[in-house]
């Protein structure tokens, strides 16, 4: 996973050995594998699981997976390794169809962590982090959790454990500034690597990000009757209300990810609480 200790950086450090970069390019020419930078190393996806750790300097796995037929048995080791996990395969295709300018948000980086030490406390990975090219001149980030299917919304890691950790995100400045970091950082690297066309960025607005579940696959006639009810579970009585955005796909292989797809819920979530006999204040973060 990535850190959220990584500054906006413009450059990769380069490859320190031709075996690497070779192997880099063989990874990012196989559409089946997908690239994202880490503070000192780049990780490569094969169907939502990790295919290997690619440092500058050679390495021990990298001289393993440079044959061929050794890169072929690793591709389909990691693909039966976790067969059922559909969730992350679908959550690499969005994201493999969002490294580029052509929608208004680009996807820069994949299961996206936040480390203890920085910051003392320790929440789960970001699914999916992109920045917003909304207003092309000033991009801000967004931080999407996703959920394919029912079942992956309920339980220890499904909307309401998220959320609660989206609020304690929000209201922690320093670490809003450091995520909004940590995407610019992202993206520049990107283009680097030549995995993604486009100009480098100097600057973002780190002040307005914003969180968003995306579903797919639901089957749900009322969405958001579907949602207010796991909300509804909400038990803690601290303010958790901040600018929050959903939205909801038939399929994951038809999600296109664009700001007009994504609905502001911030109202709705207030009534809600309203509703179970709470009276939020302000939003934590405008």
């Not at 080791?77 to 059922?84: E, N």
């Not at 922690?172 to 909004?180: Q, R, S, W, Y």
Request: charged share 30%; with cysteine; hydrophobic share 35%.
């Amino acid at each position: 996973m990535g850190d959220t200790s990584i500054k906006p950086y413009r450059s990769w450090p380069g490859f320190k050995s031709a075996v690497c970069e070779e192997f880099f390019d063989k990874c990012k020419k196989d559409p089946d594998l997908l690239v994202f930078p880490r503070k000192d190393y780049l990780s490569v996806y094969c169907n939502g699981q990790q295919f290997v750790k690619l440092t500058p300097s050679k390495s021990k796995k990298v001289s393993q997976y440079s044959d061929d037929n050794e890169f072929k048995e690793r591709k389909k080791t990691v693909s039966v390794g976790m067969p059922k996990d559909k969730e992350r395969r679908a959550q690499q295709q969005i994201a493999a169809r969002h490294l580029s300018r052509k929608t208004d948000i680009v996807i820069c980086d994949m299961e996206f962590s936040i480390r203890k030490k920085d910051f003392g406390i320790k929440l789960p990975g970001i699914d999916l982090i992109g920045l917003d090219f909304s207003n092309p001149k000033l991009p801000r980030p967004v931080f999407i959790e996703y959920k394919r299917t029912k079942n992956a919304v309920k339980g220890k890691s499904g909307v309401l454990p998220h959320f609660n950790d989206m609020a304690e995100i929000y209201s922690n400045p320093e670490l809003k500034k450091a995520l909004a970091e940590g995407a610019m950082a992202s993206y520049n690297i990107l283009i680097d690597l030549g995995v993604l066309d486009a100009e480098h960025l100097t600057n973002i607005d780190t002040e307005n990000g914003w969180f968003a579940f995306l579903f797919t696959d639901l089957q749900v006639k009322d969405f958001y009757g579907y949602l207010s009810k796991i909300l509804a579970k909400q038990k803690q009585d601290k303010n958790m209300l901040f600018p929050l955005r959903v939205a909801s796909f038939d399929t994951y292989e038809e999600t296109v990810l664009r700001t007009d797809k994504f609905e502001d819920i911030t109202e709705f979530l207030r009534n809600n609480q309203e509703k179970a006999g709470r009276h939020p204040n302000k939003p934590v973060f405008n």
